[in-house]
């Protein structure tokens, strides 16, 4: 009798099997056949991912609220997800900066490679510059004025514009409960509909699953390594103690946060969660996006922690966009950290500063690879310190990305358990 390989083992072998090919791919100079040959299907593994990502959150959202009794339990459900999402990412912050006053790593990196590192990236500085100055400019209330869209059609199109989309289902999903019932049941019979027929597709695309992180993986490690194995050995030497900052933090976070709120407020085991939503880790490990992760994160939630979907829709989907505890924990250590190597001594209130603006910056960026990068600028304008240090972090970023996003969507499925236990609808 044959066992079934559960979905979390395949997406593992992918990975190592990715791995591997890509170092082989290295070591014998096939690097353009990887990008002809290779890195094309995980391009298309990702496209799938995020083709299917606008209608989910659409059709789950609208469900989901239109499922829901009156518009009190929305007002509720908001007010406790908001809630916990701000009080996390504030923890997240925290440690970060406790984090990297106790380890200090920029004392360690040499001025030799500090010049080398700002010579290679400047050319990619200046863009992301420019990209954070258009940002800064805008009111203090430009979120506000963005996540409402002129043409809804419009930010459907674009998977940055998520905030909006979820704000015209939400104007959607409350319209269902407060149209009358009976001119109403076809509207919502049919987004309910609609609503599995996503959900199927999000299965058959989850089959595919194991050879895009394969591609995603050798493109990934070409893209990065290039063709001298030794250089990026002394580049992630040079960096390694900041690399090694982050990721205790990122651990500390999923290792003890993450399950003391489990514990306390949801009653699920450390072991239980944290195997039902390794497959949605693994996919947000290799595509490095949290938004494109989504569909899996919401299979996951719902059919092996037993959220409801009526829970699982609403939270999940703002996680995406407003929930970053990876990302804001990276950006509290990458300030300190630059500050470190330019000599920069940071009071307290510099410190207070990069908190404020560290949690809104991550609740500002887009669930895309690189966002945090350009919403960093924005950090590090807020306390005077030069952009160019960027250089130092960029070399070794997109490892930390991979992870930092891991932790996003595990922050975002801690969060939906514990409100549909605080609702008491957890395993209905």
Known sequence: MSRKIPLYAKILIGMAFGLLFGFLVVLLGLNQFASDYIKPFGVIFLNLLKLIAMPLIFASLVSGIGGLKDISSLSKLGLKTVSLYIVTTIIAVSIGLTMVSIISP???????????????????ITEKQKVAESLSDNSPLQFLVDIVPENVVEAASNNTSMLQVIFFAILFGVALILAPKSKVRIVKDFVDGLNEVILKIVDIIMHTAPFGVFALMVSLLVDFVGDDLSASAQLFGSLGLYALTVVLGLALIAGIIYPTFLKFYAGISFKKFY???????????????SAATLPVTMEQVENELNVPNEVSSFVLPIGVTINMDGTSLY???????????????????????????????????????GAGIVMLIIVL????????????????????????????????????TVVAKSEGMLGK
């Open 331 to 369: 950006q509290a250590v990458a300030t300190v950290f630059i500050a470190e190597v330019f000599g920069v001594e940071l009071t307290f209130v510099q410190l207070l500063t990069i908190l404020i603006t560290a949690t809104l910056a991550s609740i500002g960026s887009a669930g895309v690879p």
């Open 275 to 289: 195997r039902a939503i390794f497959p949605a880790q693994l996919v947000a490990f290799s595509t490095s996006s």
């Open 106 to 124: 920029g004392s360690y990196l040499s001025q030799e490679k500090k010049a080398e590192y700002l010579q290679r990236f400047s050319n990619d």
């Open 381 to 416: 304008n807020s306390v005077g310190l030069p952009v160019e240090g960027l250089a130092l972090i960029l070399a070794i970023d997109r490892p930390l990305d991979m992870l930092r996003t891991s932790l996003n969507v595990t922050g975002d499925s801690m969060i939906a």
